[in-house]
């Protein structure tokens, strides 16, 4: 299976990307699949419906579809999903449709408020989201809000989040 981790946020100093690249390293001892980093950065989406003729929709929509399944290093904006993630998110057409999804938030409160959200939209591009959720804390898991040095607790939901995403991602396969 090919899953991509995606990077949520796209500001100078953003911490997303520290979360993405553990994820990375975490897939290697607990799952077969083969993870990729897919940067929201990478792509330079204008707001959805402002004129910019060197966008990179066609990528981005590209990305998502040869992907068979994803993990979201998701951030807390204002209690909901980054902007940056919502407008990406907008762009979708079928690409998600039954495919499988796992959230891993980060935030003042593990990013529980974003996630419930991202779940939302999940019902709308056909995702199955996936129950295990692993949350990051701003104070716990990482020194002055901005170095990612996660405890070890997040073992038992790692192995289940990516032990569900395999087997979903599979079995979903099936009916595309
Ligand atoms: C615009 C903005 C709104 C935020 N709102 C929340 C919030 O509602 N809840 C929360 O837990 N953290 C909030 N934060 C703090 C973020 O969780 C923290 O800055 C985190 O590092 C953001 O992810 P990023 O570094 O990948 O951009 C907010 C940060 C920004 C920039």
């Known amino acids: 299976m090919k899953i991509g981790i995606i990077l949520t946020t796209?500001?100078?100093?953003?911490?997303s990307d520290q979360v993405g690249n553990w994820l990375l390293e975490q897939s290697k001892a607990y799952s077969k699949s083969q993870f990729e980093i897919v940067d929201l950065k990478?792509?330079?989406l204008p707001i959805l419906g402002e004129a910019d003729p060197n966008n990179g929709i066609a990528r981005w929509k590209e990305k998502l579809s040869e992907l068979d399944g994803y993990i979201f290093a998701l951030a807390e904006y204002n209690h909901s999903v980054p902007g940056v993630l919502k407008n990406a998110l907008d762009y979708v057409g079928?690409?998600?449709a039954n495919?499988?999804?796992a959230i891993v938030s980060y935030g003042a409160a593990g990013g529980a408020?974003?996630?419930?959200?991202?779940?939302?939209?999940?019902?709308?591009t056909n995702t199955a989201d996936i129950n295990t959720h692993v949350l990051l804390s701003l104070f716990y898991d990482f020194e002055n809000f901005t170095t990612f040095k996660p405890l070890d607790i997040h073992g038992t939901n790692l192995d289940q989040l990516f032990k569900s995403l395999d087997a979903w991602s599979k079995a979903l396969q099936t009916i595309r």
Request: glycine share 8%; net charge positive.
């Open 10 to 15: 796209t500001r100078e100093g953003r911490v």
């Open 42 to 44: 990478d792509f330079s």
């Open 94 to 96: 079928t690409e998600m």
């Open 113 to 124: 408020r974003s996630a419930e959200h991202l779940r939302a939209i999940f019902g709308q």
């Open 99 to 101: 495919k499988a999804a």
